[in-house]
Each structure stands twice: as structure tokens, then as C-alpha cells.
């Protein structure tokens, strides 16, 4: 069985989801603190003298909410991990070429997948401080803009907290920069750096399983909705380790004794996974290439292009958006007005799918709640 990304990405998702709840329980935790006495001549006052509590309870929500990922962040890696191997036994198994028992003993998993939980790590860690900042924020903005109007009633107060709420469920904690300068949203930005290291550990382990069992070069499939950035590579083949460059070696047969092959060699993966091949959401996957025996995979035709699928993410991330807003309501009219712009988007996904055949993805229009 071939290696892609896609192969362990839903583990990608349990982390993130892990964040996605946590920030409703913030948005929760702020509308109530918010919500609480608005219509008391006091509530400045009120707010004021609670603002320790709310960031006690902040503190505590991100705190769990460490523990909860760094045991999820290492389980997905190691599943992945595994995952990966078994795809290459599986695959070896299939080709029959008697080379299934050599990659039968089991690769050391630890080093990988300790290493690449380190790297998950250290692109989180400033996650949760921005979460209790942002939060802390928030509340403090629409404490002291009902300060500075004491004039005002507590409608007003009300119609300010609100849109001080919608704004911030519609923007959650963000404010994350990844390595090319661009800005994301909580969860999406847990998501890309676990679905990147989950994807790493299991084509690392296809790739050192297909070592330990003496296959040298591997394939790039063909993607019906290929990205720019892998389309040079696909359906060419690359060698599993050594030196990057496209170059003609002379192999042995997979099957038969003493007889040479000539293969064509586009570079070497790591080369090819540098340059952008396989990165997250990547829809290319590799598998081994047994010189004189595989085949290089006929072209084929795209299903909707690449720009449809991001249009596909972008509708879901406002169906996402819309439910948030939903949860962060004070009242029934902005409840039903959110649920209305969700059913809006899923009707434009409908649209789209059925026009392309792209398969649609419920879950990615799913926000997660708390457990
Ligand atoms: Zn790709």
C-alpha cells in the first residue's frame, strides 16, 4: 500500500480539535463573565473586580488543555509512525517478491516520533499564552468601553458585548505566523503543524521499512487534483535516499537474477519532499518501485482543479466560522441569523461538489464542542 500524507492526517485532527474545543470553552467562559449582571447599574464594577477570577479560569482550561495535547501530539505521531510501516509492509507483501519477510522485524519507532513531537511542540508553544492574552483581552476591551460611556444603558452594553463576542469568535485566538509570513487561525494552525509532522513519520517509516527491506527507489502516483507544486514530480521516480539531481543508473532486476535495468531517476525524495512534494493536504503518494517489474502509471484526468478545492476549504471555514458565531449568541435573533449563513455556505458546497465530483468533507465543517 502507498504512503501520502492523507494517510494519517485524520490523527492531525485530534489535535486540533483538542484546541477548537478548548477555545469555545474560552468563548464560553467569556460570555458568561460578560453576560452575568449586564443589566445591573453596577456591572463596570462588577467586571472589574472580576477579572481575576476569569483569568483563573482561563489558566486552567489552557492548562488541561497542554497535558491533553502533548499525550495526543505523541500518540498521533506513533500511530502515524505505525501506519506508515504497515503500508509498506502491506505493499511489499502484494508485489510478492519475497522481500515481505526481510521487512517483517520491526523498525525502533522512538527516536522518529520523539523527535518530531519536539518540533509540534515548539511551533505550539506560544499558542497558549496568546490564548489566555487574547481572551483576558477581549473582556477587559468591552469592560473599559462601557466604562468610558457610563451614560449609557445596559442595551448598549449589551449590543457592544455582543459585537466584541461575534468579533472574537469570528477571529478565535490568532495571530500565528508560520515560517513563510503566513498568518492563521488557532485551530488551522495546530492542525498544519501536527498534519505536517504526521505526515513526515509516515512516510519516514514507509520509506525506512522499504530500506530494511533493500528497495532502493520509489514512485510518485498520479493526482487527480494535483498542486502546482508536485506536478514536476509526478509519476516520475525517485531514489529513497542518496544524492538529489535526475540522472540514468544501471539496477539490478527486482525478479530476475544477474539482469541489469535502466532506470531514470528524477532526484531523490528527500530532494523531491524539500521542494514541496508531499506536503500537508498533499494528495501524491509514494510506493516502491521494483526495477524491471512496476510501471509507471498511465496520465490521467484532473476531477475539479485545484483552485475548486480551495474553494471547498474556504466555504468550510465559513460554515465553521457561522457556527461559531452561533455559540457565541446572546439572544435568538443572532443564533438564527448565524445558523441561516451556515446553511448558505452548505448549500454553495452542495453546488460544488456536485458540479466537479470532488467528494465533500463533513468533517471538515464540523466544529468541534467540548467534551
Ligand atoms: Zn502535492
Redo the contacts with the bound molecule.
Keep these: 500500500m502507498p504512503v501520502s500524507p492523507e494517510l494519517a492526517e485524520g490523527l492531525a485532527a485530534a489535535v486540533a480539535d483538542l484546541y477548537e474545543a478548548a477555545e469555545g470553552v474560552l468563548i464560553g467562559k467569556i460570555r458568561r463573565a460578560l453576560a452575568e449582571g449586564i443589566d445591573s447599574p453596577v456591572w463596570v464594577e462588577l467586571k472589574l473586580a472580576a477579572v481575576g477570577n476569569l483569568q483563573a479560569a482561563i489558566t486552567e482550561v489552557i492548562a488541561a488543555l497542554q497535558a491533553d495535547a502533548s499525550g495526543a501530539i505523541g500518540q498521533a505521531l506513533a500511530e502515524a509512525y505505525g501506519r506508515g510501516q504497515q503500508a509498506a509492509v502491506a505493499e511489499l507483501g502484494a508485489l510478492g517478491v519475497g522481500q515481505a519477510a526481510a521487512a517483517a522485524a520491526v523498525l525502533p519507532t522512538a527516536p522518529v516520533v520523539d523527535r518530531l513531537a519536539q518540533a509540534v511542540i515548539a511551533d505550539t508553544g506560544p499558542v497558549h499564552l496568546r490564548m489566555l492574552r487574547q481572551s483576558m483581552d477581549v473582556y477587559r476591551d468591552v469592560v473599559s468601553r462601557a466604562a468610558a460611556a457610563p451614560v449609557l444603558g445596559a442595551q448598549t452594553r449589551r449590543q457592544a458585548a455582543q459585537s466584541a463576542l461575534d468579533a472574537f469568535a469570528d477571529r478565535g485566538v490568532r495571530g500565528f505566523v508560520d515560517r513563510s509570513g503566513r498568518s492563521w487561525e488557532l485551530r488551522s494552525y495546530v492542525e498544519m503543524a501536527m498534519r505536517s509532522a504526521v505526515g513526515r513519520a509516515a512516510i519516514e517509516a514507509h520509506s525506512d521499512r522499504l530500506g530494511a527491506a533493500g528497495v532502493d527507489l520509489v514512485i510518485v502516483s498520479q493526482?487527480p487534483e494535483?498542486?502546482p507544486?508536485?506536478r514536476p514530480w509526478e509519476r516520475k521516480i525517485l531514489a529513497r535516499t542518496g544524492v538529489p539531481g535526475a540522472r540514468e543508473v544501471q539496477v539490478e532486476h527486482a525478479t530476475e537474477d544477474g539482469e541489469m535495468v535502466t532506470v531514470e531517476v528524477a532526484g531523490s525524495l528527500p530532494e523531491a519532499r524539500s521542494a514541496?512534494?508531499?506536503?500537508p493536504n498533499?494528495?501524491?503518494s509514494i510506493s516502491a518501485y521494483l526495477p524491471g517489474v512496476s510501471r509507471v502509471p498511465e496520465p490521467q484526468a484532473s476531477r475539479g482543479t485545484y483552485e475548486d478545492t480551495q474553494r471547498q476549504r474556504y466555504y468550510e471555514r465559513q460554515i465553521r466560522k457561522w457556527k461559531r458565531r452561533d455559540a457565541a449568541a446572546l439572544d435568538d435573533a443572532a443564533g438564527k441569523a448565524a445558523r441561516a449563513r451556515v446553511r448558505a455556505y452548505q448549500a454553495r458546497i452542495r453546488e460544488l461538489t456536485a458540479e466537479t465530483g470532488l467528494p465533500r468533507k463533513r468533517h471538515r465543517e464540523q466544529l468541534t464542542t467540548a467534551r
Excluded at 514541496?276 to 506536503?279: A, D, S, V
Design positions: 493526482s494535483e498542486c507544486k508536485c514541496g512534494l508531499l506536503h498533499c494528495r501524491h
